[in-house]
């Protein structure tokens, strides 16, 4: 099982890892504009930052992706309707992870309905088969900033963090109608 002590937090994880439990190997930090800074939620806003925990013990920072094309994916661990989702989202990831692309899973809840620990995303990641990011919005705080919808809703962001697209459940169709004219 991952470590579970607090580790220094890691600004740009990388983009990809052979096994979910695995730690992905680091990449250097991209250069961001001395202005970036999130100003709302909407579509054509600056997504705000946040930096949470993923089932590697380590922490990610949104804007650490900067220059990536990302989606954020919002879900519980509870919610089966997200599994499919979210093995939608890797198999889309590993198409075009090359091409510039991040995909990042926010879990409010775990199984349980409770706060997600380190443990429980390693324990989910593995289950799905996910080799992102998968993060734990422990005291939904950044649920609430984001004004998220709902479950399953998916915020697509160009390569400045820009909000450009927001799906709800999304068909693959609909999920790469939204990243790959962006990449």
């Known amino acids: 099982p991952p470590?579970?002590?607090?580790p220094s937090p890691t600004l740009w994880p990388a983009v990809s890892s052979s096994t979910p439990t695995e730690s992905p190997p680091e990449a250097p930090p991209p250069t961001l504009p001395p202005d970036l800074e999130g100003t709302g939620t909407s579509i054509g806003s600056v997504a705000y930052d946040f930096n949470l925990r993923n089932q590697?013990?380590?922490r990610t920072q949104l804007y650490g992706y900067y220059g990536?094309?990302?989606t954020v994916d919002w879900g519980a661990m509870w919610a089966a309707a997200c599994e499919p989702q979210l093995q939608m989202e890797q198999e889309i990831y590993e198409d075009l992870q090359e091409q510039g692309f991040q995909a990042i899973s926010v879990m409010i809840q775990n199984k349980n309905g409770s706060s997600p620990t380190t443990n429980d995303l390693a324990a989910y990641s593995k289950e799905l088969g996910l080799t992102y990011p998968v993060l734990a919005d422990e005291d939904t705080q950044t649920y609430y900033q984001w004004q998220?919808?709902?479950?399953g809703t998916v915020y697509v962001l160009?390569?400045?963090m820009v909000i450009r697209d927001i799906l709800e459940f999304p068909s693959e169709e609909e999920f790469r109608a939204a990243v790959e004219p962006l990449l």
Do not use: G
């Open 3 to 6: 470590d579970t002590k607090s």
């Open 56 to 58: 590697w013990s380590a």
């Open 68 to 70: 990536t094309v990302v």
């Open 148 to 151: 998220v919808p709902q479950l």
């Open 158 to 160: 160009d390569r400045e």
